[in-house]
C-alpha cells in the first residue's frame, strides 16, 4: 500500500491549493481517509477525515470553512482543497488510511500508512 501526497507549493495569503493524494495497492472505498499536517518545530495535527464513500467529513477548528476534503474512489484519490489560506498554514502535508475509530478522531496513531508529505507555504 502506498500514498503519495502532491500540489503542494508557495502561495500568497488568501490563495488557494488543492492537495492530491494517489493510492495505490488497496482500494480506497474500503476506509476513511484523513489529512494531517506538520509545521515546523510543531506537531503533527490531523486537520480533515472523510468516511470510505464520501457521506460524512469531520474538520478541525483551523481549517473549518476553508478547508474541504473530497474523494474519489473510482481513481483512488483524496483530495484537499485549500482555500483562503495564512502564513499559519505553512506546513508539511500527509495523507493517511484511517485504520480505526470514528472520522473526528484525528489521532495519529489511529492512522496507517502514511503518505510522503507535500510541502504548503504561505506568504505573507
Known amino acids: 500500500v502506498q500514498l503519495q501526497a502532491s500540489g503542494g507549493g508557495l502561495v500568497q495569503t488568501g490563495g488557494s491549493l488543492r492537495l492530491s493524494c494517489a493510492v495505490s495497492?488497496?482500494?480506497?472505498?474500503?476506509?476513511?481517509m484523513s489529512w494531517f499536517r506538520q509545521a515546523p518545530g510543531r506537531k503533527r495535527e490531523g486537520i480533515a477525515s472523510i468516511t470510505s464513500k464520501g457521506g460524512s467529513t469531520y474538520y478541525a477548528a483551523s481549517v473549518q470553512g476553508r478547508f474541504t476534503i473530497s474523494r474519489d474512489n473510482a481513481k483512488n484519490t483524496l483530495y484537499l482543497q485549500m482555500n483562503d489560506l495564512k502564513p499559519v498554514d505553512t506546513a508539511v502535508y500527509y495523507c493517511?488510511?484511517?485504520?480505526?475509530?470514528?472520522?473526528?478522531?484525528?489521532?495519529?496513531?489511529?492512522?496507517?500508512?502514511w503518505g510522503r508529505g507535500t510541502q504548503v507555504t504561505v506568504s505573507s
Open positions: 495497492g488497496i482500494g480506497t472505498g474500503h476506509y476513511a
Open positions: 493517511a488510511r484511517k485504520d480505526v475509530g470514528a472520522i473526528d478522531e484525528l489521532i495519529e496513531e489511529m492512522h496507517d500508512p
